[in-house]
C-alpha cells in the first residue's frame, strides 16, 4: 500500500488513479496528524510526502513530517513531491532521509517509474553469491573478476539493473566505469533498446546543449542541418554520461532539468519533448567533495546516484590480475593465431605485486604488448619488465631536449601533437598512449588550442 500525504484533493485523487492502474493500492492523508495516526494502524510499503502540504508554502511541515516518519520507521521508503521553488527543501529532504524527489507537475511515467523502483529496491539484498551463482542470473559476459569487493558490485548492479534507478560509477580510470554501465544496461528490461554513450568530459559549454537535445537547422551559424541530440537517441533505452564530475556549472543546470522532469527542447524548436530514459553515470573525480567545494550541484548529486557503485581499483584486488591476464591471453591466443601463448608462474606472481595505477586497461595493454614484441610464446618476468621499462625509457633523459630550450608546457603540447599525428587523430588511442583520459586529453586540446579533427 502507498500512502499520499497531501491536503490537496485533486493531488490526492490523481495520484490514487495513476497507483491504481498500475495495481497499486493507495489510502490518502490529508494533513501531519491523519498520516502519522495512519502510519501507526499500518505501516505503507512507500509513503508520497507533497512537502507543501500545507498552506503554509515554505514547505517547512514537509520536512518536519518526514522526520517524524523517520523517527517511526528508518526505511520505508519516501517520495518527496516538491516545486521548483522549494528545491532546496527537497535536498533537505534527501539529507534527512528521502529515497527520491520528484518536481512539480510531475510527468505520469517519470512519477511511477520512480515509485517502482523504490519499490524494488526495498527487497532485501540476497546474501553474498559467488561468481557462478551470479553467472547463473545475470549476464556478465566479459567482465572477469571474483574478489570479494568486485562481488559485491556484480551483486549490486545485478539486483538494481532491473529497476530505473539511476546508477552512479565511481572508480579510477580504467577500473571497467564503462563495462559495467554496459552491464547494468544489458541485465535491464531496456537491453533490446538503445545504449547511449555520451562524454562529457569531451564536450565543450557550447556544443553541450546540441550535443544532448539536438538541434533544428538555422538554430546557431553553423547548424547546416537538424541533428538529434543523444537524448533523444536514448529514449527508451539508457544512456551512459561518462565523465559527469567534468561538467562545468553552467551545463549542470540544463542536465538537472532535464533528468527532473524528463523533457526537453531541441534548440531552435519551440516544442517540447519528453524522454523515457534510464540514466547511468561515471566519473574518476570525488563528487561529493566537488559538492562541498561547489563546483558540483547539490541536487544534481542527488539526481544522478539513487544507487552509488564504487569499483575498486585493480591493486586492491591482486587476485583477480591472474584472471585477467589469461582472459587477455586467451584472446590474443586466438587473434595472433599463437595457441602456445604462456605466462610464467615467476610473471604472473611479478604481475600480481605491480601496483597498476592504470588499473586493468593498463594491464590489459602490457600484456597485448608483450606478446606482440616478444616472439617466443613462453612469457617471462623480463619480457613483461621490458614492456614496461620501454614505455619509461620513451621519456628518457638521453632523448630530452637541453635544458632551458623548452618549457614544460611547450613539451605537452608536442607530445600531443605527435601522438595526434601518430595515430591519425584517434583521440581514444592518442590519449591512451599518452597516459591520458580521453577528457583530459581533450581539456589539453582546448588549453593549446590544438585543432583536430572528430
Ligand atoms: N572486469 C573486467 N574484465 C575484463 N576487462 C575489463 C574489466 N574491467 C575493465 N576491463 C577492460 O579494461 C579497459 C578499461 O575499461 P573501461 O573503459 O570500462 O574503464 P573506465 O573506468 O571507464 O576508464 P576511464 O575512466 O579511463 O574512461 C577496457 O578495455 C575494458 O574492457
Known amino acids: 500500500m502507498v500512502l499520499i500525504i497531501d491536503d490537496d484533493i485533486a493531488v490526492q485523487k490523481s495520484l490514487a488513479l495513476l497507483l491504481r492502474q498500475q495495481g497499486l493500492e493507495s489510502d490518502t492523508a490529508g494533513n501531519e496528524r491523519e498520516a502519522l495516526a495512519k502510519l501507526a494502524e499500518r505501516m505503507p510499503d512507500l509513503i508520497l510526502l507533497d512537502m507543501n502540504f500545507t498552506v503554509d508554502t515554505t514547505g517547512a511541515d514537509g520536512l518536519a513530517t518526514l522526520r517524524r516518519i523517520r523517527a517511526l520507521n528508518p526505511v520505508v521508503p519516501v ?10 527543501l527537497a535536498i533537505a529532504g534527501m539529507k534527512t532521509g528521502a529515497n527520491d524527489f520528484i518536481a512539480k507537475p510531475w510527468d505520469n511515467q517519470h512519477m511511477l517509474q520512480s515509485v517502482k523502483t523504490a519499490l524494488e529496491l526495498q527487497r532485501p539484498p540476497a546474501t553474498s553469491k559467488n561468481r557462478k551463482q551470479l553467472d547463473q542470473q545475470f549476464n556478465f559476459e566479459h567482465i572477469v573478476g571474483q574478489d570479494p569487493a568486485f562481488l559485491q558490485v556484480l ?24 563495462l559495467i554501465a554496459e552491464a547494468i544496461h544489458e541485465n535491464s528490461r531496456r537491453r533490446q533498446h538503445p545504449f547511449v554513450k555520451v562524454n562529457l568530459g569531451g564536450i565543450s559549454t557550447t556544443l553541450f546543449e546540441s550535443e544532448l537535445f539536438g538541434h533544428k537547422r538555422g538554430a546557431f551559424t553553423d547548424a ?6 543523444r537524448f533523444e537517441m536514448a529514449h ?6 561518462d565523465e559527469i564530475g567534468e561538467l562545468d ?3 549542470q543546470v540544463k542536465l538537472l532539468r532535464v533528468l527532473q522532469d524528463r523533457k526537453f527542447e531541441v534548440l531552435g524548436s519551440s516544442q517540447t519533448r519528453s524522454v523515457d530514459i534510464r540514466l547511468i553515470s561515471a566519473t574518476n573525480r570525488d563528487l561529493a567533495e566537488m559538492v562541498a567545494e561547489g563546483n558540483f550541484r547539490e541536487d544534481l548529486f542527488y539526481r544522478i546516484n539513487l544507487i552509488t557503485v564504487k569499483l575498486p581499483p585493480l591493486r586492491e584486488r591482486p587476485g583477480d590480475i591472474p584472471l585477467l591476464a589469461r582472459f587477455y591471453l586467451d584472446n590474443l591466443r586466438e587473434l595472433y593465431d599463437r595457441p602456445d601463448l604462456e605466462i610464467s608462474k615467476t610473471a604472473m606472481a611479478w604481475l600480481q605485486q605491480y601496483p597498476f595505477p592504470g588499473n586493468i586497461r593498463e594491464l590489459k595493454n602490457l600484456v597485448e604488448r608483450t606478446v606482440l614484441i616478444t616472439p617466443r610464446n613462453f612469457l617471462e618476468v623480463e619480457d613483461f619488465r621490458t614492456q614496461l621499462s620501454a614505455t619509461a625509457k620513451r621519456s628518457g633523459a638521453d632523448d630530452l631536449p637541453v635544458v632551458g630550450s623548452m618549457t614544460l608546457e611547450e613539451m605537452e603540447r608536442e607530445m600531443i601533437q605527435r601522438a595526434l599525428d601518430h595515430y591519425d587523430q584517434h583521440i581514444t588511442n592518442a590519449a591512451r598512449a599518452l597516459g591520458l583520459t580521453r577528457s583530459a586529453l581533450y581539456r589539453r586540446l582546448e588549453k593549446y588550442g590544438i585543432d583536430f579533427e572528430r
Open 79 to 88: 517520495i518527496l513531491i516538491t516545486g521548483w521553488a522549494t528545491m532546496e
Open 249 to 251: 556549472l553552467t551545463s
Open 236 to 241: 527508451t533505452g539508457s544512456i551512459f554520461l
Open 155 to 178: 551483486e549490486t548492479i545485478g539486483r538494481v539493473a532491473a529497476t530505473d534507478a539511476s546508477v552512479l560509477i565511481l572508480g579510477e580510470s580504467g577500473t571497467g566505469k564503462e
Open 224 to 229: 547546416r542541418f537538424d541533428r538529434k541530440g
